[in-house]
């Protein structure tokens, strides 16, 4: 075993007190995506240690129902990052950085959602 700061969600044991002392569960800006991201952030943050444990088995079907409307979810997933960014780095960023990351993050989203768009034309 050993500690990391943000394990897949779908496999999560977590104490009541140590979610309480983090700021609750999940924050509801983050529907679908960056909920688990958030709170692993704060729970890190707060010195709540979290561990690996590579022995223990967990069956988690991974965008078995996103993947129906992959584009829609690949641009709220973009805009789940950019809250994130948001919420934990603009105050910590010089303004021009976390304005060029923003940028970034927007492009390649807008990026991303076209190549899905696309792929989903395509005949398979």
Same mark, same amino acid.
């Given at each position: 075993?050993?500690?990391? +700061? +943000?394990?897949?969600?779908?496999?999560?044991?977590?104490?009541? *007190?140590?979610?309480?002392?983090?700021?609750?569960?999940?924050?509801?800006?983050?529907?679908?995506?960056?909920?688990?991201?958030?709170?692993?952030?704060?729970?890190?943050?707060?010195?709540?240690?979290?561990?690996?444990?590579?022995?223990?088995?967990?069956? /988690?079907?991974?965008?078995?129902?996103?993947?129906?409307?992959?584009?829609?979810?690949?641009?709220?997933? /973009?805009?789940?990052?950019?809250?994130?960014? /948001?919420?934990?780095?603009?105050?910590?960023? *010089?303004?021009?950085?976390?304005?060029?990351?923003?940028?970034?993050?927007?492009?390649?989203?807008?990026?991303?959602?076209?190549?899905?768009?696309?792929?989903?034309?395509?005949?398979?």
């Amino acid at each position: 075993a050993r500690i990391v +700061q +943000q394990p897949m969600a779908s496999s999560w044991l977590l104490k009541r *007190s140590d979610i309480e002392q983090s700021g609750g569960l999940f924050d509801e800006q983050f529907p679908i995506f960056f909920n688990d991201v958030d709170l692993a952030w704060r729970l890190w943050n707060n010195n709540v240690k979290t561990w690996f444990v590579p022995d223990a088995k967990v069956l /988690h079907h991974g965008g078995a129902s996103t993947r129906l409307v992959r584009p829609e979810m690949i641009a709220e997933s /973009h805009r789940s990052l950019r809250r994130f960014y /948001h919420k934990h780095f603009q105050s910590r960023l *010089s303004p021009p950085v976390f304005r060029a990351t923003i940028g970034l993050l927007e492009a390649t989203g807008r990026a991303r959602v076209r190549l899905a768009k696309q792929r989903k034309r395509e005949p398979q």
